[in-house]
Each structure stands twice: as structure tokens, then as C-alpha cells.
């Protein structure tokens, strides 16, 4: 059999998403808003907050680039201002599901048998609600705090993580190489840490892919909805809703952050399913 | 006068006639040939066996033939493919429909996957008698039910409503057959269609299949990986290589005379019932004319007898039972077995028969129900982390799948350093890595394969690796689990003379599972049968095979197709 | 069969009580919340609410009224407009976001299937590509986006539908398309994956090899398999539907459940929340169990086991 360069997995994944034109254009859009929304803000010569009453409304020209809204603040401090919040949202809200869910989903698919069933009936449970409507319930209940926004958001998200953690789990624990290592008197964590994780990455990092746009759209509706962050601070989706009611009026205000909002959620779909083809390991086994 | 083209042509034209058939297969990286330049033709009336290991390319001519490829990635870059005079290659999808399941019928592998579980199999027996309007909806029915009862499936007349998934394989596999002879083709097309079964099923339906296709006059291309099961079904035999068609001849002259040195290897290194040996001819042994190992050797005498060896490992009364919601399964009932120090126990059983479970739980990676396991005489005790560490030292295993059995995400230097690490064996770093280099060399390996990842090698490298694995511990007894049953016949004897080789420069005993009569015999000194999780019958090889006790020992070895049961195939 | 709908049903039942016991204790332990003895509320609101929920009865027996008000359908009177009893409001309001769910439902599986279907046969063709790009696009295309959209363009500009209101079926076209066409671009997607991977297995190809139809073995053979994924989406299908109708509703002004949920949500009115989160619960757990007897139905190995 033919030898190929010594190429670890990773690598072989790294260069089949390189030649995905679609997810490397996702790749540098992705990178581009990001570094828009991290430096727009401090490059504008508007501050999101700073209002002029002299000019409202006004559409995009050479000063505003993307117009003013009713209170006469800059669209474009505003836009790259609400792009942090919202992908900082995105971002931490997919990491605390990411932590929780991979865990839960690890310990429950290895110690399998009656810990295992517990702990996935009481996923169950939870998966048949519709988080969102607790979310709802709980910013009525307790207030409209930051933290509690992206905890919350982040709580809904890990119950699917922990669903695929699991299976992959329970997969993974019934190969061969598994019962090997047990065979070998290899020590549990060892097994956990060395031979389960790594192998798991995989579909966990597409998820967390996907889960970033999924957490995005659940803040954007809650900000919609006005239960979300509150003015002057603004999301994508609360500036989404101002522009929305102000549409007749001054249809950029919709326009623009809709446009940022959409791009940024179809660019990570794009790179999360370009990350499931080239880590599909079908692929890459010969035999 | 009749003009020469309208006589009818005799003897060089067969039903079925291919040439210069070329197929290839477009993938990332690159274009693979998978046949290259074949003839090959089909008589009416004959049974013709097409013979290759993996990779020959006879799966994909067969499914050529009703243009069942998927055409990307394969295309057919030229040669024809006459059927009654016609060339199929040249039809359009529509009439290429008109002939698949009428004219010529095709039977597959895996007969768990190949019936659609959403319909009854009663309707799908009687579809193709629909489709090609041979019968109202009615009388396909009442048709579908006779030729599954001519054929064996007796549950489909108490249950006319049952569906693939409450049938077992072999009973699948005759509703295949049923579904494909129905129509009454003129050809049928049987892609390996038992390699998934029991040795006894396999019988079974292969008498079946002969009967029915006997009895209509229907031409067969039976593709196989197993010259034996071939040998005894076949009129003619098509041997393949790598693409190319190596030799073609009735079934007699081709084992009485092989003429190309594959054939002649294929042949002689499958471990047969009738031979005897100490070590499998392999195909570099007939690639390389100055070889002298070909043939049969001496059985090679141990020094100690038998009976003078001491025990090793012993069970009494061993029982593994599984409980699921609502029944038990014992898996494993009251096995008592004992094997001696530095011989081979062979464990034969087909599916279902427990062997797996009883290897499993011999080394502890199953919780036994009752019954005691005794290691040196002395019950094995693994209480805490020292006592398992300890056990698990001495006694290792060796997975069937060699794809599955190594981590992926390690280095093969990584994957063989970690047990020596976890069992504290090797001073440092550049100790345990010459112990490392040491094991490869000595399972045939080099010291350049360590840096590489498991999905670089092949199947039969990848099992010598896990060899290499099972040896870091330098363990005194190891379980082999159907360790060679995903192998080709070439690969598997190289691998079995490796582990009859690390046997005697180790001093190894092995319990070795196999469904496979003849590599069982090639390798132990004892057998025990296993039937339903009870031993059936122990003995040493020679009385089990010659005179075997039980009669369910005697089905296992009839059923073992062979290619001439009177005459000893090595001459 | 029958054991399923039963086992189920029973399940059901801890997960409601769950839910309402939850409920229960993060209202009374809430910061702020309604029973926070230092809330100025009117006199009038206060006594209602005291004589409903027993406030000072002790915590054990306020539970077992709350439990047994629950079974009875009454869910209290509403905070901010004690005249109305939950449950009244909710039966007018939810009449009117049922038609919405099941119009967008409807638009949503007559446009994704076949489109997903054809995709799937006509794989990497135009055919392909267009719908499922679209189909991409009108995923990551908000509700709340898409909407005030569709209105810019179709009602403020053509002036071919009514924009806001729920006063005659002209009414519902727009509403009813933006949510359709959110979850018709899912059920493309998903129809063409599953149909492509049902494609691809065993027995498709022995039913080539008996000589079926292209049409035949897309509706005979591969549609029920294929057609799975989409079956076992309706689960969050219909959870994202209710929520969507708070999107659909606030934009295009129409009264419906959603509307009245967010309202309340927004002027504290606890009860109705509460009253609301319930009923959504109990909905979303009826139309699970549906979901998971029509599974059952189709797939014959499910039917026979528990």
C-alpha cells in the first residue's frame, strides 16, 4: 500500500476546508466583521451614543456612512457598536453551552447504564419546551441583566451539545481502540482525556459552529422583542426593530444592520457546513 | 443461401459476452483503474465463478453489467457488454429498466440492508412481476407466496404481512433470491451473496440457490473472494487481479493445474480442512521462484506432549448473562474450558454462539454472572487499581476489525509507547522507544512506520500493529477475536504465520475465536465447538476433525465447501 | 402501538408537574416579583390576588391550591386587568395564532418537500443549487427581517396584500408566507439531506436492479425513509412556530397568543406569563406526542417496540 506523507487527521481536514471556496470566503467575512465591529467604533468620529438633533433621518452620505437614526446618532457607530455586543453574545453564549453540553454529554455517554439513562431523561425533559419561553420568563422575573442574557441564551443551547456529545460518546466507547485501551488497564480519565475527546472534536467543533448563528438569532429575537439590551446600548437585532418601525421613513435603518445580521449568520453556516465536509472522516479512510 | 452474418454464431458466442471492458473511478486524489481490458463470457446454462481478493474489481464488473455503478465517480472508458446481441453499454436508462429484473436478475451482499424495511416482504418479492406487467397485482401476490415457500420462507404463509427486520439473514437472503428468480431471468448476478452468513446457512442457501437455478435453466455469475465456495458451485472459474482477468478454466483443471502463480498461492495458502503445516504458503512464496517453503510440511512435533503441559487458564461453570427490559440472555452458559501453557485453544462457534462473549469476559472486560475464571489455579482477583494493572499485564487481546482497533488521532509510536508508560515497563523515553522499534521489527514492521497514523496502512499492517500492541506488556496469554475473519486469504496468512511464529519465540498461549473450520485447525492444538453459548464438543484437532462426536460438529465441517471432498488438492 | 401513545402519555405527565412546580417557587422567590411584599400595587389587584393564591395561608397549602387550580383550567385572574381571567384571555387569543401556525405549517411543507425532493434528484444541477442556496438565505433571513420586508415590498409598495391587522383572510397571506418560508427553507434542506442519504442505501439499488422506475423508486421506495428527518424536525418545528408567532404577531399587529404574551411580558403582568408558559407547555408536550405517534406509525420496527 502506498505511503502518503505523514499527515495527521487534522491536517488532512485543514487542507480539504482549504479547498471549500464557499467556507474560506465564509473565513475572511467572517474575519472582516469581526475586526469591523471590534475597531469601527473607535475609528468612527461619531460615538454610538452622541445624538444630533439637527440631523435626523438623514440618509447615508459622505460623513454618515450608513445614515443617522431618529435621534440623529451615526448608523454606522451604532451598526459596529451592536455587531460587538451581538457577537460577543454569540461567542460566550456557544462557549458556556459548548462547556456544559460536552461534559454532561461525556459523562453520561461513558458511564452509561442507569447514570446515563437519568441524566438524558432529564435532558428530555428540558428538550421538549421551548427554552425561549423560560428565557422570556425569566427576564420578567428577575430583570434585564447582561449576564443573565448570555448565561441564559447559553443555558438553552447545551441540551442539544450534550445530546450529540453523548451519542458520539456511546459511539465511540464500543470501538475497538476503546476496549483495547481497557484491555491495556488504561485508568478511566485516561481514557477520557486521550482517546474519547480528541476524537470527538470533530463534530463538536462544527456544532459550535452552528451554534454561534443559532445564539445570535435568539438574542436578536429577544432584543426584538424588547426584552433584550436595552438603549442606548444596542444588538443587531434591537437596531433590527428600531429600524423596522421606522421603515417608511428611513429604510437604511433596516437595511444595514439586517445586512450585517444576515451576512454574519450565512457566512458561519456556510463555514460550519464546510467544516462537516472536511471533517467527515469517511472521506479520508482508504480500505 | 444464407449470408454469413444472419448464421447463428456457435460456440464462441455465449449469452452473456464482455470485452475490453475498462472502468475507472475519478476521486480526489486521482483516477483509479478498477478493471482493466476484460473478457469474460457467460454460457446458457452455466455457473460461472468470478474469484478475486479485495480490490481485483470483480464486485464492479458484476455490477457493471446492469450499469448499477454509480457513474460519477466511475465511468466506463470502453468495451462492450452483449447481451443476446445486444451491447448494454449502449442502452438508454429506460431500456436498461426493461432488462434489470426480467431478463437478468441481481443478488446482493448484505440481505439485512438490501430489503426496504418500510415495505412487507410479500410485496416486494411480488414487484418486479409488477413492474414489468407479467401479472395482475393479484397473482403476483399469490406467486410471491409459492416461490418463498418453494424456497424455505414457511413464516411467510402465517404471516403474509411480515416485514424484512423479523426474518434472520439467512431467511433474507432466500427472499432475495426469491424477489430475483421470480420473473424466471435468463442470468442471475450474485455478488457475494453468502460472504455475510454462518458456514451452515451458507450451505443452506447456496444448495438453494444451485436447485432453483438448476431447475430453470438460469446462467449464474457468482462473485465470491472464496475459491472453495466457488470450487463447489462452479462449472468454470474466472480468477481476477487487480483489475485484469489472470486465468479462466473449468473448475477441475483450474485446482488440478494452475498455471499463473497467483492462482497457484490463492490456492495453497488458504488453510484448508485436507492440509497440515506449520506455516501457510504465502504469494511472495510463489512470486519468488527459489522459495522453498511451498507445499505441505511436517505437522512439527512440540517437545512437551500435549497433556504434559500444564493448565494456564481454566474456567468451571462460567455463565454470562445480559438482562435487558424484558428478557435474559445467557450468552455464555456453564463453559468449562482449560487451556495449556504455550498451546493454542481454538473456540469455533458461528454467530450467536457466545465465543466472543466468553473471550470477553475471560479477560475481564465483561462482568461475569456466576462461575469462576482461574489464572495459574488461582481465582482471578482484581480488586483495586494494582490488582487490575497487575492482571491486565499478563493476559491481552486482538480485535477482528483492524480499522477500528487503533486510535486515529495517535501516532503508531504514540499508540505502542502509552501501555509501557501506564505499566511502568522501560527505564525512560529512549528505553521504551527501542522496545518499540524492537516489537516492530519483529511483527514484520520498520522503525519509519512510527511517526505515521493508523489511516496510512492497510488492513493487514494495521493488525500486525495491534499485534505489536498486545505484545508491549509481554503478556503470557492472548485472546485472538476473529483477528483474521476481515482479511483477505493472502493478507490472513501472512498475519497467522506471524502469530504462530511470535508463539513459539515467546512461549505465547492463545485462545483463538474463529467462525473459519480450516484457520482453526491451522492454528490450535485443541478445539472446543460452541453452540448457543455452550461448549458442545473439546477435543484435539486431529479427533475433532476426523472424528468428530456430536452431530452438530459434523454439520460445521460438512458445510464447509471444499473443492474436491475426495481428492487432497495438494498433489 | 397503543402501548406507545400510553407510555408516552405517561411521561408527559412528571414533565408538566415539573414545569408548574418550577414555576410556582420562581414566582414566589423571585426578586421583584409579584409577591414582593414592597411592590406598590392598587388595593383592589391585591386582594384578588391574595384570596387566589392564598397568600397567607402557608407555602405547602398554596401549592396544593395552585396544583388544584390547575387542574381545574384556572389559571388566576390577570395582573394588570383583573376584570379578565387568564384563561379567557387565552382562549380568544389563541383561535388566531392556531390559524396562523397551521397556514404557515402548510406553506411550509408544500414548498420544502417537493423543492428539497427535486433537489435531491437532481443533484448539483441548477436545480439543485438555486433552491438550496435560496433555501440558505432564507435560513439565515430572520423573521423579524424578512417581515417588515415583505411588507416594504408587497404592501407599501405593490399594495397587493393588507399590511397589518387580522380582520379578513387577506390578512393572513403575509404573516403566514414570512413564517412559511422560514421553515419551508428548513424543510427543503432537510428533505433533500435525508432524501439523498436514503438514496444511497442498499436497498435503493436492489430496486433499480428489479427493473423500478425512477418515479417509482422515489415515491415507493425512498420516500417514506427519506421523508423521516423531516417527521422528527416537527418536534421543533412546532416549538419554533409558537415562537415565531411572537415575531409574526408584534410585527404585522395581529392579536393573537403570541402578542399577548410579550405584552404581558413587557407590563409584568405575572399571572398571564405564568398562565401562558403553562399552556404553551402543555401544548408543546400534546404535539410531541404526536409527532412521536406519527414516527412510530411510519417506521415498522418502531411500531412493535415500546
Known sequence: MSMQTSNSLGKDAWLRLRANRMAMLSLFVLIGIFIISLLGPLLSSFSYQEQNLDKVFQPPDKEHFLGTDNLGRDLFARTTYGGRISLAVGLLATLVSLLIGVSYGMIAGYAGGRIDSFMMRGVDVLYSLPFIIFVILLMVLFGRNFLLLFIAIGAVEWLTMARITRAQTLNLKNTEFIEAARALGYSHLRIIFRHILPNLLGPIIVYATLTVPAVMLLEAVLSFLGLGVQAPMSSWGSLIKEGAEKMDAAPWLLLFPGLFFCVTLFALNFLGDGLRDALDPKSSQDG | ?571 | MRRLVLSRFLQAIPTLWVIATLTFFMTRFAPGGPFDSEKAIPQEIKAKLESHFGLDRPLFEQYLMYLSNLLQGDLGPSFKYPEWDVSELIATAFPVSLTLGVMSLLIALCLGIPVGMVAALRRNSWMDYLPMSLSMVGICLPTFVLGPLLIFALSTNLGVFPPLGWYGPDDWILPSLTLGLFYGAYIARLTRAGMLETLQLDYIRTARAKGASSWRILTKHAAKGGLLPVVTFLGPAFAGLITGSFVIESIFFIPGLGKFFVTAAFNRDYTMVLGTVLFYASLIIFLNLMVDVLQAWLDPKARQTK
Open chain 2, 1 to 571: 443461401m444464407p449470408s454469413i452474418q444472419s448464421l447463428p454464431r456457435m460456440d464462441s458466442m455465449g449469452q452473456l459476452n464482455i470485452q475490453n471492458l475498462s472502468i475507472n473511478f475519478r476521486s480526489r486524489e486521482g483516477i483509479v483503474q478498477a478493471v482493466n481490458d476484460i473478457d469474460l463470457k457467460i454460457k446458457e446454462g452455466e455457473i460461472v465463478g468470478l474469484v478475486g481478493e479485495s480490490g481485483s474489481g470483480k464486485s464492479v464488473t458484476c455490477n457493471s453489467i446492469l450499469q448499477l455503478l454509480p457513474c460519477p465517480p466511475a465511468e466506463i472508458s470502453h468495451g462492450t457488454i452483449e447481451w443476446t446481441g445486444k451491447d448494454l453499454l449502449k442502452k438508454s436508462e429506460p431500456n436498461m429498466a426493461q432488462i434489470r429484473g426480467k431478463e437478468i436478475s441481481m443478488i446482493f451482499q448484505d440481505p439485512m440492508s438490501c430489503l426496504n424495511p418500510y415495505l412487507t416482504v410479500l410485496e416486494q418479492v411480488a414487484e418486479p412481476l409488477i413492474i414489468h406487467n407479467l401479472a395482475t397485482p393479484t397473482e403476483a401476490m399469490q406467486q410471491a407466496s409459492d416461490i418463498l415457500a418453494e424456497v424455505g420462507v414457511d413464516r411467510i404463509l402465517t404471516s403474509p404481512n411480515a416485514y424484512p427486520h423479523e426474518f434472520s439473514g439467512g431467511m433474507r437472503q432466500r427472499v432475495m433470491i426469491a424477489m430475483a428468480l421470480i420473473t424466471k431471468p435468463a442470468l442471475l448476478l450474485a455478488d457475494e451473496p453468502t460472504t455475510a452468513l454462518d458456514v451452515t446457512v451458507q450451505a443452506k442457501i447456496l444448495s438453494i440457490l444451485k436447485e432453483a437455478c438448476l431447475k430453470r435453466k438460469i446462467s449464474v455469475l457468482f462473485v465470491s473472494h472464496d475459491l472453495g465456495l466457488v470450487a463447489e458451485l462452479a462449472d468454470r472459474v474466472v480468477v481476477m487481479y487487480r483489475g485484469k482477468v489472470i486465468e479462466q478454466k473449468d473448475t477441475a483443471s483450474l485446482f488440478q493445474n494452475p498455471e499463473h502463480p497467483y492462482v497457484k498461492a490463492l490456492i495453497a495458502c488458504r488453510p484448508t480442512l485436507e492440509s497440515s503445516s506449520d506455516r501457510l504458503p504465502t504469494v511472495e512464496d510463489f512470486n519468488n521462484p527459489n522459495s522453498c517453503c511451498i507445499g505441505a510440511n511436517e505437522s512439527f512435533t512440540s517437545t512437551l506432549l500435549l497433556h504434559e503441559r500444564k493448565v494456564l487458564l481454566e474456567t468451571k461453570e462460567l455463565t454470562v448473562e445480559f438482562s435487558s427490559k424484558d428478557e435474559k440472555v445467557r450468552a455464555v452458559n456453564d463453559v468449562n474450558l482449560a487451556i495449556r501453557e504455550g498451546t493454542t485453544h481454538g473456540l469455533v462457534g458461528e454467530s450467536g454462539s457466545g465465543k466472543t462473549t466468553l473471550g470477553r469476559s475471560i479477560l475481564q472486560l465483561l462482568q461475569k454472572t456466576s462461575g469462576q475464571i482461574l489464572l495459574h489455579g488461582k481465582p482471578i482477583v482484581i480488586g483495586n487499581s494494582q490488582q487490575q494493572l497487575h492482571f491486565r499485564r499478563s493476559m491481552q487481546i486482538i480485535f477482528q476489525d483492524p480499522y477500528a482497533s487503533l486510535n486515529p488521532r495517535l501516532t503508531i509510536e504514540q499508540t505502542l509507547i502509552e501501555p509501557m508508560i501506564v505499566h511502568g515497563i522501560g527505564n525512560n523515553n529512549q528505553n521504551r522507544k527501542e522496545r518499540v522499534v524492537a516489537l516492530l521489527e519483529e511483527v514484520g514492521l520498520a522503525s519509519e512506520h512510527l511517526s505515521r497514523y493508523p489511516h496510512q496502512f492497510s488492513g493487514g499492517q494495521r493488525q500486525r500493529i495491534c499485534v505489536a500492541r498486545a505484545l508491549t506488556t509481554e503478556p503470557q496469554f492472548i485472546v485472538c477475536d476473529e483477528c483474521v475473519s476481515a482479511m483477505d486469504v493472502s493478507v490472513q496468512a501472512q498475519v497467522l504465520n506471524l502469530l504462530k511464529s511470535l508463539q513459539e519465540s515467546r512461549g505465547l498461549t492463545y485462545l483463538f475465536i474463529s467462525h473459519d473450520l480450516g484457520v482453526v485447525k491451522f492454528m490450535s492444538d485443541e478445539i472446543s465447538v460452541m453452540q448457543h453459548g455452550t461448549i458442545v464438543e473439546t477435543g484435539t484437532v486431529d479427533a475433532i476433525y476426523q472424528k468428530p462426536q456430536t452431530e452438530y460438529t459434523r454439520q460445521l465441517i460438512e458445510a464447509v465447501p471444499r473443492a474436491n471432498r475426495s481428492t487432497n488438492i495438494f498433489s
